[in-house]
């Protein structure tokens, strides 16, 4: 049975905590030399009147994936994303999977699918064109949002030179499916430098070049300060430690029996956000291998001072 757009648009938002971390921006973010202070067991999440329309998504491996879908099926909502190591929207669905999407051979054709076209290229580059008339189709039956919602998203995008898990091929189509889609070229960039498959960070974790976890790899580029300023314009530079909280949250509200949500997310709250209304919201999502429960608390928070909150924002 179909969902609802409202129930489709409330289950994906909060699918985005379902992968790692939900960071708000204040007017300034600060940066992590030492870590804050944490709460110790799960609690609910805070309500501090953050910028819905503000709102921005970010991701590597299939995180990447899922922030594109995010990106496009909630275009309205969202003002930009990063997509590290990604491929296009609804890449990996295979013809059958629109009829019966849930009957086995398809679900194995979608795997095939992911495996070869929208990771590998040994069974051709992903078409742009194709996946703009699939995301049009999904529009024109208000599953997601118009795409006229893109056309003033900021949109960054990176590929490693030794990324050999998402190839290079799959990350350009997804620069080519979102201009098609309606990103005007402006707002769109896409990084090609060394790196592995990981997040990239000026200081901290593993090798430049190196594909492991905890999928943080230091190459002497700031990336997480790259796709906030993308997204959001000129930073401010961060001025000392951070005083905020992380947040461990309970996400079973925003899920159901199957979905496949972790028990627990993570968001930090800048002091200033629960001081006065108007904080955007960040959403960072992890990949495979990289949950809490693989990586370790001290990795993920690693992963969260060098991305979400790397000192800078507007």
């Not at 879908?69 to 629109?98: F, L, M, N, T, W």
């Not at 580059?125 to 919602?149: F, N, S, Y």
């Amino acid at each position: 049975m179909e969902l609802k757009k409202t129930e489709l648009t409330s289950r994906l938002l909060a699918a985005a905590c379902l992968a790692t971390a939900l960071t708000l921006l204040s007017q300034t973010l600060l940066a992590a030399e030492s870590l804050p202070s944490e709460s110790p067991a799960a609690e609910s999440l805070p309500e501090l009147g953050a910028d819905i329309g503000s709102t921005s998504v970010s991701g590597l491996s299939s995180g990447a994936y899922m922030a594109g879908q995010i990106e496009v099926a909630h275009s309205k909502d969202i003002k930009g994303a990063g997509i590290v190591g990604g491929g296009p929207y609804a890449c990996a669905e295979a013809q059958a999977s629109r009829q019966v999407p849930f009957w086995p051979s398809a679900v194995l054709q979608n795997a095939q699918q992911a495996l070869n076209q929208c990771m590998q290229t040994t069974a051709g580059t992903p078409d742009p064109k194709a996946l703009t008339k699939r995301a049009e189709e999904l529009a024109a039956d208000g599953k997601i949002d118009p795409l006229a919602g893109l056309a003033d998203d900021n949109v960054y995008l990176f590929s490693g030179n030794e990324d050999q898990t998402v190839t290079r091929p799959v990350v350009e189509a997804a620069a080519e499916f979102l201009k098609d889609a309606g990103v005007a070229a402006s707002n769109l960039t896409l990084v090609e430098k060394e790196g592995g498959h990981a997040f990239i960070t000026e200081q901290g974790g593993a090798a430049c070049g190196i594909t492991a976890t905890p999928f943080v790899s230091d190459c002497d580029y700031d990336q997480a300060k790259a796709i906030l300023a993308w997204i959001y314009g000129p930073l401010t530079p961060a001025e000392g430690p951070p005083k905020g909280r992380f947040i461990l949250f309970d996400q079973q509200p925003f899920s159901e029996p199957g979905d496949g949500f972790a028990d627990e997310g993570v968001v930090y709250v800048p002091p200033s956000c629960t001081e006065k209304p108007g904080c955007r919201v960040h959403i960072a999502l992890h990949g495979c291998e990289q949950s809490r429960e693989v990586v370790g608390d001290e990795n993920v928070r690693l992963r969260y001072r060098l991305k979400c909150f790397g000192g800078f924002t507007q």
